[in-house]
């Protein structure tokens, strides 16, 4: 029987007190006003200097110039009216041009204006449309706010999304071993049923951020907002209001009850059945937890791909990929395996667990290769088709994370999978505790990393950064996650004696 230890229950509770002040720290600091945001836009200003600004300006004059040539073409061909003919409306005028998008259409329409410098005021030539540079800046600095208020939520949101997967990947891990009646694996089940019990806390502290969600206490989702599926309000989005069907709060949590409240029941009847099996080695439990097993994989499979559509992929309403349920299923999954993985050896290094052999923890690191391979798979599948199709709509989704999250969005292909395959794709490495540990760690960083860059550029923009929010995050639920896994081992024998295959699995060698 395991005992949880005192300095390791001890440190799990520094790391929840850590995360719970830097969390706390992280949403005091986030700006409340706008006068907050303009002094932080300043000092970003401050450091953009010297070569930043002459590649800049640079740019910028180049844009001017294919404005100016674009401009003189559409001019060709529209009867237009003087620049005298403003005058009664702008004084002291000079002309410029400018790029105009309409909101009420998709057509993008290049006209030049008349421009008062004096007053910031820019008056069209064709529309007589009037820009109000000061009410533009006002604008940005109220986006630049809300980004920045998202920043402690998205980071919390992240992290616990992110633990609260990885139990998850571990159960659908533990009940692909049921049905498929493996042999090798029953020496860790209860490995696997330890770091499932997380799903009911992480489950609870999640419903709760989706909660607060929907009675706006964050601007996380954008469908959210009010007016977006309203034509008269000033924040109608035509795209968002055609998915009103399935995008609206009251049917967005109660998918979000039905998905966690199933996940939860499959692990309390599994875990019933299995500590039944033991105590009165009666086959009929394990028929049973045989049979929760093979309707829960069906019930995941559906809830899974949903889910991520909804708690993922909805932070950017106007982009879908077909195959991202699969993706972060990829994702999670491998996360779970690894998490299995370090677990075992961590208890196996405490003497515990002594059936475990190499040939366990080499199944196990070729789960942690196979999966990283598998995801590569899917990212790139991904990634490339619509980065080569280059559909407007479609590849926006990784312009922003290339232009804005360039470290993290190729840094993660990196981790979690050139890194993987260098190390664990030789047998004997596969072997060595300490390298498979070095994989593992590695591994889950990476996939933070990949939840970074799924929810990040749709809540904060070019406004992110790893500061307190993100480490105080990680740091709170790596914390209540060892301490709920390591007591949940503590309930039950470390070894399944109970079940049928368990001598196969002691003796599994190859």
Not at 171 to 186: C, D, K, R, T
Not at 316 to 336: C, Q, R
Request: net charge negative; proline share 3%.
């Amino acid at each position: 029987m395991y005992q949880f230890s005192s300095r390791l229950k001890s440190f799990s509770f520094a790391l929840m007190v850590l995360g719970i002040l830097g969390i706390g720290y992280g949403f005091w600091t986030a700006p409340k006003t706008n006068e907050d945001v303009e002094a932080i836009l300043k000092e970003q200003e401050a450091h953009h200097s010297g070569a930043h600004q002459d590649t800049h300006a640079a740019a910028t004059h180049e844009e001017h110039a294919n404005t100016e040539a674009h401009t003189s073409h559409e001019a060709s061909t529209h009867k237009v009216e003087s620049v005298d003919s403003l005058h009664h409306e702008v004084a002291h005028v000079a002309v410029d041009t400018t790029a105009h998008v309409s909101h009420d259409s998709t057509v993008v329409a290049i006209v030049p204006v008349v421009t008062n410098h004096k007053s910031d005021v820019y008056v069209s030539k064709y529309n007589k449309e009037i820009v109000n540079h000061e009410v533009e800046h006002k604008e940005h600095v109220e986006h630049v706010k809300h980004q920045l208020q998202n920043k402690p939520w998205s980071a919390l949101y992240i992290a616990c999304i992110f633990f609260m997967l990885i139990a998850v990947g571990a159960l659908a891990f533990y009940a692909i071993q049921w049905v498929a009646q493996a042999g090798w694996s029953p020496m860790l089940f209860r490995v696997m049923e330890g770091i499932t019990a997380y799903v009911l806390p992480g489950s609870i502290i999640f419903f709760i951020l989706l909660a607060l969600s929907g009675f706006h206490f964050n601007h996380l989702f954008t469908w959210m907002a009010d007016g977006v599926s309203d034509p008269n309000s000033p924040n109608y989005d035509r795209i968002i209001a055609g998915k009103t069907g399935f995008l609206n709060v009251p049917f967005f949590l109660i998918r979000a009850v039905i998905f966690l409240f199933g996940w939860n029941l499959y692990r309390y009847v599994s875990r019933k059945n299995s500590i039944k099996l033991d105590q009165t080695r009666d086959m009929s439990f394990f028929k049973k937890n045989y049979n929760a097993a093979a309707i829960f994989l069906v019930f995941f499979i559906i809830s899974e791909s949903m889910m991520s559509w909804d708690w993922i992929m909805s932070v950017d309403p106007h982009w879908y990929s077909t195959l991202f349920g699969w993706y972060v299923f990829a994702s999670f999954f491998v996360s779970g395996i690894t998490m299995i993985t370090l677990t075992t050896i961590y208890l196996k290094n405490k003497g515990l667990l002594p059936e475990v052999n190499k040939s366990h923890l080499h199944d196990l690191a070729k789960f942690m290769f196979g999966i990283s391979v598998f995801w590569t798979y899917l990212w790139f599948s991904q990634f490339m088709l619509m980065w080569y199709s280059n559909i407007p709509e479609e590849v926006t989704y990784f312009v922003t994370r290339i232009e804005n999250y360039n470290l993290p969005f190729f840094g993660m292909v990196v981790m979690n999978f050139v890194f993987p395959l260098l190390i664990l794709m030789n047998a004997d490495f596969k072997r060595l505790n300490w390298v498979v540990v070095m994989a593992g760690i590695v591994i889950l960083a990476g996939h933070y990393v990949d939840f970074f860059n799924m929810i990040m550029p749709a809540t904060v923009g070019d406004q992110w950064f790893i500061g307190v929010s993100e480490i105080s995050s990680v740091l709170f639920f790596a914390g209540l996650f060892i301490f709920v896994v390591f007591t949940a081992l503590t309930k039950a024998p470390l070894a399944s004696e109970g079940n049928p295959y368990i001598e196969e699995s002691k003796h599994f060698h190859y």
